[in-house]
């Protein structure tokens, strides 16, 4: 086996990955496409008029690589990404994993808080952002004692990335990894509120472009895929980065904030065969279709995760467009999809069955597995699973068992092998297909005067998807009403991202509490689903 190759051995019952012993991940979803008669084709399309080939990919990627040499990053060394969705990104994810540097892509939504506390625990050396966010990157930076060595723009005057792009070299040799070597990471909020950081290998994506991208959607060359979900989610990663680049096929950026418009508009321009949403833009989308109508004529297949789809909005999708939306689950630690369903396999309001190369279990709070039929948590097991979160020994120690993951979810599954959602384990919120803390919402309301303390539950909308919902003591409670509801309402979007304020607000006389003072969520989730 030649080094950096992957081979993909048929032999046995499963498909197995063998890595060459020394593996950089660059090489076979970047330079390979070079040698197999790629060059000119186009590999990146964005919605601002932006074409990318294989061979500017390429050149790009070795370019930003030794810019970053240039600037004295040692390797191993972090690069946090506050990127959006454009060619940048490429350049900056994988000229960094090619020369020894670990890529951190965060979350564009979120605020200078969130960055401050990201870039001071992943100890990074630069940090690199799309001028949309120069503000809240600022901000961050102004929050901590010891900063990063370098912060560059991707654009605009003076030192940017692309002037650092354009003046580097363009011959670049891969380091030499293995697939076992970390790559790259992915931050992901947890059940404390704070982003933990998990540590993803060089072996990761490989794994999860061949086992869920090929096997289970049968992406092929001549595929044109668009996520709108963005590149640093790791559902976003895969659908519109590491997918496309596996197979050589094609990839359609866009840059914005996805609404039902602009995803009809973009998939009717750029004409893609793969479209990747969440259950709340479907649920829009679906809106939006009563009035007016769009060409999906191109898209074969439609992909659902972030959060568990509801089987109304799947059947309301099919009988409105005529195309099957495939539901499945994953994780940031997992890195994509690892519970699927098929376009030949498949069964409304269900995650489906195990896609290959994965292993399921369900236990008890025994830690026992469960029979068919019964609820328990789900643990995961498979090749793409975070090696560790970074800075953090206990929770790994307690996520991370001998291989399998503790996903954090309730799940059953029934006779036929179909996996059912029950709900997270913990207090967590999914909202949009995005994981947020009900400790940090319930913190930024807690700043407002008038409010003395408050439990944030997740409720069910009308498209039955969950969204914050806030149970409020007043410190004067003849302030509660309509007019104080808004004021609430301005202050959280003040401070919070978008998917993150609370949709309802409840003004009680008192929180549910256990003997020790700890609010008791789940008697107030009660109320609101029998409400």
Not at 204 to 219: C, E, P, T
Not at 251 to 268: C, H, K, M, N
Not at 289 to 304: A, H, K, P
Request: hydrophobic content about 40%; some cysteine.
């Amino acid at each position: 086996m030649k080094n950096h190759s992957v081979e993909v051995d048929v032999s046995g019952d499963e498909e197995a990955l063998n890595f060459a012993p020394v593996f950089n991940v660059a090489v076979p979803f970047i330079d390979r496409h070079l040698q197999e008669g790629r060059a000119d084709k186009v590999v990146i399309r964005t919605n601002r008029g932006v074409e990318v080939t294989y061979a500017g990919l390429a050149e790009n990627v070795n370019r930003c690589g030794n810019a970053l040499l240039d600037l004295g990053i040692e390797p191993g060394e972090r690069v946090i990404m506050i990127v959006k969705d454009c060619a940048e990104f490429f350049y900056c994810f994988w000229g960094a994993i090619k020369v020894g540097l670990i890529p951190v892509p965060v979350n564009t939504l979120l605020r200078a808080k969130d960055y401050a506390y990201i870039i001071g625990d992943s100890g990074c050396a630069a940090v690199v952002y799309s001028p949309e966010f120069a503000v809240e990157v600022e901000a961050a930076l102004g929050q901590l004692e010891v900063r990063p060595s370098h912060c560059l723009s991707i654009e605009g005057e003076g030192s940017s990335l692309q002037s650092l792009i354009s003046a580097a070299a363009v011959d670049l040799e891969p380091v030499a990894t293995t697939a076992e070597d970390d790559c790259f990471w992915l931050y992901s909020s947890g059940s404390t509120g704070s982003p933990k950081g998990a540590v993803h290998r060089h072996r990761d994506m490989v794994v999860a472009s061949q086992f869920y991208g090929v096997q289970v959607l049968g992406i092929q060359e001549n595929d044109v895929c668009f996520s709108a979900a963005k590149l640093f989610f790791a559902y976003g990663l895969g659908n519109g980065m590491t997918f496309p680049l596996w197979v050589g096929a094609s990839t359609v950026l866009y840059d914005a904030r996805p609404t039902p418009q602009s995803t009809f508009e973009t998939i009717e321009q750029f004409k893609p065969s793969l479209y990747f949403g969440v259950p709340t833009l479907y649920a829009a989308q679906l809106q939006a279709l009563e009035s007016e109508t769009c060409d999906l004529s191109s898209v074969r297949v439609c992909v659902s995760a972030g959060e568990a789809l509801p089987a109304d909005i799947f059947n309301r999708w099919q009988q409105k467009t005529g195309l099957t939306i495939l539901d499945g689950i994953g994780s940031t630690e997992l890195l994509h999809i690892f519970i699927s369903n098929r376009l030949d396999d498949l069964k409304p309001g269900t995650s489906g069955r195990l896609v290959p190369g994965y292993q399921a279990k369900i236990l008890n709070d025994a830690a026992e597995q469960v029979v068919a039929g019964e609820s328990g948590q789900l643990w995961i097991k498979g090749d793409s699973t975070a090696r560790c979160y970074w800075n953090n020994p206990e929770k790994s120690a307690r996520t991370m068992v001998d291989g399998w993951l503790d996903t954090g979810d309730t799940y059953l599954q029934d006779q036929d092998g179909y996996f059912h959602y029950c709900g997270r384990n913990d207090d967590m919120l999914k909202v949009g297909g995005i994981w947020c803390s009900p400790f940090e919402i319930e913190a930024k309301l807690i700043e407002h005067p008038k409010v003395l303390e408050v439990a944030i539950v997740g409720r069910e909308d009308a498209a039955g998807l969950i969204k914050p919902e806030a149970h409020i003591l007043l410190q004067d409670p003849a302030e509660a009403g309509e007019p104080l509801a808004a004021e609430l309402l301005t202050h959280c979007k003040k401070g919070l991202a978008p998917y993150k304020y609370p949709r309802w607000f409840q003004f009680v006389t008192e929180l549910p509490k256990t003997a020790t003072g700890k609010i008791q969520r789940f008697k107030l989730r009660s109320k609101t689903s029998s409400a």
